[in-house]
């Protein structure tokens, strides 16, 4: 288990009965997802985890993370390419809240570009290929308890739409009290403090548990791919899943060659003859900077992963879908708690002829904070059918970095700082800190450092080309 808390020394497992007692009086979750939860505490105390053996990690071969251009091209014929579509199921993990960016609800509406949002983008994409093939892929968002009112009305808004949308919601657990193991809402929180989603790790048994699963398999779906709703590049290839259908490879994970910005993403290994994911908090701490070499670990996880729906199914089923635990440490209202999460990407070695796809930098897109908003509301990208496709005026084939100070985090302080969105085509690195405004028309190169003094406030104006300068006031301008 992943940076393992001894609690299971303080609490032996008689603590258990009395927690199954308190979750059963819950009533406001499913027996699924009571199970689920009682299930997922009893794994953790019984501190199964598997220990990784560091002499025993292989890198993977070829056969093993496929890299993306020896894929064969997808078929030519629409017809076939139709076939194709017609198995497939696009679902994005909309669980998460815009709350970093300082906006309230679901991340997927924060707009992105041209008045459109996430989820705009997301639809447009899939409306475009069902006009185009005549196929019926549908979306299905995984919501939390905390998005899914929300969601559901900001998806009526689509019913015109050529697509199918569908949502289901990930599991609800009970936040644990640290000091007596007993579920937070018995102590009277029964708000949503009291609770928590589990990660997406738990996308594989709600969509079963949802009744979805097998609707889709009724309407000979194959395969669901599954990305982050806020990752711009994570759109349907024709390519991977013509790959994933002539091969039988029941799991897919994209990755993606790591950067210096990437160095804590998890990465694929070979281990004991699987293919399985190494993160962060698995390694031994002689072995982190190691691990963080972009040498021996070159690849990351993107999250974008394709799955086969009858192996879903037949997994949950056999409840073998036992992922390393991620035991995440809050505080709520001064009380300390656990929550116990897993991770999708940690399944792969359960499924069978599992694989990576070693892709293009271009399908990794996440928009985290003002500073990626940035560079997709930049000259740096275009908008084509929904699609955020990068300016070929641009010779570096990597993005420049931007730090972004606080007075920025929020996105209608972003927002308001700019009058236009600068030209960054040529730009390496921007850096700003304080109170500064930008005009109009500004045009950014190479590397450039704005600091307005404190207590003063610093405007760039209209028109301005700033190359490889460091600013701290107008004169220098």
């Known amino acids: 288990?992943?940076?393992?808390?001894?609690?299971?020394?303080?609490?032996?497992?008689?603590?258990?009965?009395?927690?199954?007692?308190?979750?059963?009086?819950?009533?406001?979750?499913?027996?699924?997802?009571?199970?689920?939860?009682?299930?997922?505490?009893?794994?953790?105390?019984?501190?199964?985890?598997?220990?990784?053996?560091?002499?025993?990690?292989?890198?993977?071969?070829?056969?093993?993370?496929?890299?993306?251009?020896?894929?064969?091209?997808?078929?030519?014929?629409?017809?076939?390419?139709?076939?194709?579509?017609?198995?497939?199921?696009?679902?994005?993990?909309?669980?998460?809240?815009?709350?970093?960016m300082g906006c309230t609800g679901p991340k997927s509406v924060i707009e992105v570009r041209n008045g459109l949002t996430f989820l705009d983008l997301i639809v447009i994409q899939i409306e475009n290929l069902n006009s185009k093939y005549g196929c019926n892929v549908p979306l299905v968002l995984m919501n939390s308890f905390n998005t899914h009112d929300e969601t559901l009305k900001i998806v009526d808004k689509y019913s015109n739409s050529n697509i199918e949308i569908h949502t289901f919601n990930q599991s609800q657990y009970p936040r644990l009290v640290v000091e007596d193991f007993t579920p937070l809402p018995s102590k009277g929180q029964h708000g949503k403090e009291g609770w928590y989603p589990p990660g997406h790790g738990d996308v594989f048994p709600s969509l079963m548990n949802s009744g979805k699963l097998d609707a889709f398999l009724s309407q000979g779906k194959e395969y669901v791919f599954v990305a982050n709703s806020d990752n711009l590049g994570a759109i349907v290839d024709l390519k991977i899943l013509n790959h994933l259908i002539q091969n039988k490879n029941e799991y897919c994970m994209e990755v993606t060659p790591k950067t210096l910005a990437d160095v804590k993403g998890g990465?694929?290994?070979?281990?004991?003859?699987?293919?399985?994911?190494?993160?962060?908090?698995?390694?031994?701490?002689?072995?982190?900077?190691?691990?963080?070499?972009?040498?021996?670990?070159?690849?990351?996880?993107?999250?974008?992963?394709?799955?086969?729906?009858?192996?879903?199914k037949r997994l949950v089923e056999a409840d073998a879908l036992k992922m390393e635990i991620i035991p995440n440490p809050k505080e709520v209202n001064g009380v300390k708690v656990l929550q116990l999460e897993t991770a999708s990407g940690a399944a792969i070695k359960f499924f069978d002829h599992a694989i990576g796809i070693n892709v293009p930098r271009s399908r990794f897109l996440p928009v985290k904070a003002t500073s990626d908003l940035l560079l997709v509301q930049s000259d740096l990208y275009t908008l084509v059918d929904g699609f955020v496709i990068r300016n070929n005026a641009r010779a570096n084939p990597t993005n420049p970095s931007i730090e972004l100070g606080p007075e920025f985090k929020k996105v209608g302080n972003f927002l308001g700082r700019f009058k236009s969105i600068p030209s960054i085509i040529e730009l390496d690195s921007l850096k700003v800190t304080g109170d500064v405004w930008f005009g109009a028309g500004i045009v950014l190169k190479g590397k450039v450092t704005i600091a307005a003094k404190p207590g003063v406030k610093l405007e760039i104006p209209d028109g301005a080309v700033i190359e490889n300068k460091e600013i701290n006031g107008p004169e220098d301008i």
Do not use: C
């Not at 105390?45 to 894929?71: F, N």
């Not at 004991?272 to 994911?277: A, M």
């Open 1 to 100: 288990m992943i940076a393992k808390q001894h609690i299971s020394l303080l609490f032996p497992m008689e603590k258990l009965d009395s927690l199954k007692s308190a979750v059963a009086s819950l009533s406001e979750i499913s027996e699924n997802e009571k199970n689920g939860f009682i299930n997922l505490v009893s794994r953790y105390l019984s501190g199964e985890a598997q220990h990784i053996e560091w002499s025993k990690i292989q890198t993977p071969t070829d056969e093993v993370v496929v890299p993306y251009d020896t894929l064969s091209p997808s078929p030519d014929d629409p017809a076939e390419t139709k076939k194709l579509l017609d198995k497939l199921v696009v679902l994005k993990l909309n669980g998460g809240l815009g709350t970093t």
């Open 267 to 312: 990465t694929l290994i070979s281990y004991e003859g699987k293919v399985q994911l190494l993160e962060i908090a698995q390694v031994p701490d002689e072995h982190v900077n190691e691990f963080k070499s972009i040498e021996k670990f070159k690849i990351f996880n993107t999250n974008n992963l394709w799955v086969n729906l009858s192996a879903i």
